[in-house]
């Protein structure tokens, strides 16, 4: 059993920054950011696989940035111009397998950290 944990949300203003971490007790191939905003549905965001592909949705191409610490099985979200419609809670996930966009088929999730973009 895999435990992951995040940390790093927060309030900020329109155009700003944030850095989102997610610290897992042990290693795993796939690790994703998922995001669900109140009454929407959990979304994809951006994944990081063990041998370095990366996958983003397009609502945060060019603007969010995962990285990953294989060493610290840490993996890491910088987002960066951040919107009004980027408030939500923020999830980490992993899985033992190749990357994928559907929350259903992640193994482990962190608690998940608020983030709020405010006007």
């Known amino acids: 059993q895999v435990q992951l944990e995040e940390s790093g949300g927060g309030l900020v203003q329109a155009g700003g920054s944030l850095r989102l971490s997610c610290a897992a007790s042990?290693?795993?191939?796939?690790m994703a950011w998922f995001r669900q905003a109140p009454g929407k549905e959990r979304e994809f965001v951006a994944t990081?696989?063990?041998?370095?592909?990366?996958s983003y949705a397009d609502s945060v191409k060019g603007r969010f940035t995962i990285s990953r610490d294989n060493a610290k099985n840490t993996v890491y979200l910088q987002m960066n111009s951040l919107k009004l419609e980027d408030t939500a809670v923020y999830y980490c996930?992993?899985?033992?397998?190749?990357?994928?966009?559907?929350?259903?088929?992640?193994?482990?999730w962190g608690q998940g950290t608020q983030v709020t973009v405010s006007s």
């Open positions: 042990g290693r795993t191939f796939t």
């Open positions: 990081f696989t063990y041998i370095s592909i990366t």
């Open positions: 996930a992993a899985r033992n397998s190749a990357r994928a966009y559907r929350p259903g088929v992640y193994d482990y």
